[in-house]
């Protein structure tokens, strides 16, 4: 049963238009938000986070949107590099307390052509 | 450029092999993270480590064992692993427990069993 999902299994986009990364959740408790990014050959990379208490957050190139009611998030990129390109994964948390854990999407691979 | 550094990079053994993953950090984190990750699939978190007590274990099978003998560094000791154990292992660290905080990843070690 995937508590986190994302549906679309890949993305291309062209340099210097915007990505946009869907992600889905089913669990109501879940109130933290992260996406990871990964590289082939490397481990994910923390990218940015939301809290259930926010609907947006914004760091340089990459926002995300938290709609609560819909229980759907995505990651802007704009504008998308060719380095933007690698598996970007969304994750969820339920609490902050010390046996959180994070609840990982299957990914979505971006590819941003020149 | 990843701080969190796991060995070896690459890994083959066979079923009958005893083995261990290495994975150490220097940030003063004091949480430490095992994952599992297959080919196409999220990471699975097998075992948390807080404060060099083991706190969480998501019921993994006795032939994974971990340690945690200081806290900049994390074993994860293999023994009579069977083919389906065949992954790419991540080890992650964070400031804290709590699932807000952003975890940090290493580039993971393959592990195949013969």
């Known amino acids: 049963d995937q508590q986190v999902k994302q549906n679309s299994p890949s993305l291309s986009v062209q340099e210097g238009r915007i990505s946009i990364l869907n992600c889905d959740y089913t669990?109501?408790?879940?109130?933290?938000f992260l996406w990871y990014k990964k590289y082939p050959a490397e481990g994910p990379t923390f990218l940015i986070s939301i809290s259930s208490i926010k609907d947006k957050n914004e760091d340089g190139r990459f926002t995300v949107f938290l709609n609560k009611s819909a229980k759907h998030l995505s990651l802007h990129i704009v504008p998308s590099q060719p380095g933007d390109s690698a598996v970007y994964f969304c994750a969820a948390s339920a609490s902050a307390g010390a046996n959180s854990k994070l609840t990982f999407g299957k990914g979505i691979t971006l590819s941003v052509r020149p | 450029d990843t701080e969190v550094t796991q060995t070896p990079k690459h890994l083959v053994m066979g079923m009958t092999n005893k083995k261990s993953l290495k994975c150490e950090q220097h940030m003063g984190h004091r949480a430490m993270y095992w994952y599992k990750q297959k080919a196409k699939k999220p990471p699975e978190l097998m075992f948390v480590?807080?404060?060099?007590?083991?706190?969480i274990n998501e019921s993994v099978p006795s032939r994974f064992s971990p340690e945690c003998p200081n806290s900049s560094l994390l074993n994860l000791h293999l023994h009579a692993l069977q083919p389906e154990d065949s992954a790419l292992y991540l080890c992650?660290?964070?400031f804290g427990q709590g699932a807000h905080q952003p975890q940090h990843f290493g580039d993971g070690t393959r592990l195949s069993i013969l």
């Open positions: 669990n109501s408790m879940f109130d933290y």
């Open positions: 480590y807080s404060y060099e007590k083991l706190s």
């Open positions: 992650a660290s964070s």
